[in-house]
C-alpha cells in the first residue's frame, strides 16, 4: 500500500515523504483524525517507504515500490522490522505488550533500514502501558521510529502527547469515499456514491453504514410489495410511492436512494419466483424473510412476480436515463 495509492490526505503525504526522502522524520508521531480515514494505512506505508529495496520517486519524493520482498512483507504483516500493535480481546494495550515492543525496540532492525512500531487505537493503552512507552518517546532508538495512530488522541495522556508531534488528518470528500468503496471493496458506482454522501468523510463510517441504509431499504421494498398484493386502486398505491423518493438522510441523493431500494425490490421479485414455483428455498437471497415472502407468495404468483421483476428493471433503467424519480416511482407501483 503505497503512499500514491492511499486515497486523499495529498499534502500530509507530501510532507511525510518528503521527510522520509530526507531522512528528518521525527522519530515518534501521532496521527490523529477520525477513524476509517486511512491514518494506519499511511503508517504501513511510512514503513514501506522507509524501508523499500527499490523506492521509487514521482508523485512523493520517496515512495515504496510496493513489490520487493520488504513491501510484501510488510504488506502481509510479517516484516520483523514493522511491528504493529493493536488492542486485544479487553479492548485495551497492555503494558506487557509496550514492554515487549520497547525491548525488541532496543536492538538493531534485523533487515530493515529503520524499525517502524505502529501502535494502532494507541488511546487504548492502558495507563501504565502509556507510562511505560514514555521514556522511549523521549530517547527513542536511534534506528526506530514509533508512530501512534489515534481518532481520540485527547484520550492520551497528556505526558505522551506532548512527545509526540501531531499529525492531523482531515476527513475525505465524498468523491474520494466513493474512490475507495468502489477500488476496495467492490461497491457498484451508484451504490458507492449513496454510501460515500452519508459517510461524514470517512470510508470506515461508509462500511459501517452500508448494512443499516441497505436494511432499511430491504423494509421498505418489502412494504412496497406488501402494499401491491393489498390493494389494486391506484390512488392509494401512488400515495405510498412518496415513501419510495421520501428523504431518508441528508446526503444521499433522491435517484440513488431509489435506485437502491429498487435493485433490493428486485431481489425479493426474484426470491418471490422462487418461492411460488416452489423451487429450492436454498437459493433465496433474503432466507430470513422466508416467512413474510411465502405469504406474499400467495398474491405474487410466478407470472406476477415476473412481470413485477421486468418492471423494476425498465425503472432502473429509467433512472440511469436520468428521468425523474418521481415519475419512476409512480409508474413503478401501478405496475406492481
Ligand atoms: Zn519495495
Known amino acids: 500500500m503505497p503512499f500514491r495509492t492511499i486515497i486523499g490526505h495529498r499534502r500530509l503525504i507530501s510532507l511525510v515523504s518528503r ?8 522519530p515518534a508521531l501521532l496521527f490523529a483524525g477520525t477513524a476509517g480515514i486511512g491514518k494506519r494505512r499511511t503508517a504501513v506505508a511510512i514503513a514501506q517507504a522507509i524501508n523499500c529495496l527499490q523506492p521509487v520517486t ?4 520517496k515512495d515504496a515500490c510496493g513489490e520487493c520482498a520488504s513491501c510484501r512483507r510488510i504488506e502481509r504483516g510479517v516484516h520483523p522490522d514493522v511491528i504493529v500493535i493493536e488492542p486485544g480481546d479487553s479492548g485495551t ?3 506487557d505488550q509496550i514492554r515487549d515492543v520497547i525491548d525488541r525496540a532496543g536492538y538493531r532492525p534485523f533487515e530493515g533500514r529503520r524499525r517502524v512500531v505502529i501502535v494502532d487505537e494507541a488511546d487504548a493503552m492502558v495507563p501504565p502501558a502509556q507510562n511505560a512507552l514514555l521514556k ?8 526506530s521510529i514509533f508512530l501512534l495512530v489515534s481518532s481520540m488522541p485527547d484520550a492520551l495522556l497528556a ?3 506532548s512527545r509526540t508531534p501531531r499529525l492531523r488528518f482531515g476527513i475525505l470528500a465524498p468523491s474520494e469515499v466513493a474512490e475507495a468503496l468502489l477500488r476496495d471493496h467492490g461497491y457498484a458506482d451508484v451504490d458507492a456514491r449513496a454510501a460515500a454522501a452519508d459517510a ?21 421494498a418489502q412494504r412496497m410489495l406488501e402494499q401491491s398484493a393489498r390493494t ?17 438522510s441528508s446526503a444521499a441523493t433522491e435517484r440513488d436512494q431509489l435506485a437502491v431500494c429498487l435493485r433490493v425490490m428486485a431481489s425479493l421479485l426474484r426470491d418471490l419466483g422462487i418461492l411460488a414455483n416452489r423451487a429450492d428455498v436454498r437459493s433465496l437471497a433474503n432466507a430470513d424473510l ?38 419512476v416511482a409512480d409508474w413503478l407501483v401501478l405496475q406492481l
Do not use: Y
Open 19 to 26: 521527510a522520509i526522502a530526507r531522512e528528518t522524520l521525527p
Open 58 to 61: 514521482g508523485e512523493f519524493d
Open 93 to 95: 494495550i497492555k503494558v
Open 136 to 143: 522511549t518517546l523521549e530517547e527513542p532508538p536511534s534506528a
Open 159 to 161: 505526558t505522551v502527547r
Open 200 to 220: 461524514d468523510g470517512s470510508i470506515g463510517r461508509a462500511l459501517e453504514a452500508q448494512s443499516v441504509d441497505l436494511t432499511d431499504a430491504r423494509a421498505l
Open 232 to 248: 389494486s386502486d391506484p390512488a392509494r398505491r401512488i400515495e405510498s410511492a412518496k415513501e419510495l423518493i421520501a428523504k431518508k
Open 290 to 327: 422466508q416467512g413474510p415472502l411465502s405469504r406474499l407468495a400467495e398474491t405474487f404468483d410466478s407470472e406476477r412476480s415476473m412481470r413485477a421483476f421486468g418492471a423494476v428493471d425498465r425503472a432502473l433503467g429509467a433512472l440511469e436515463r436520468n428521468a425523474s424519480p418521481k415519475v
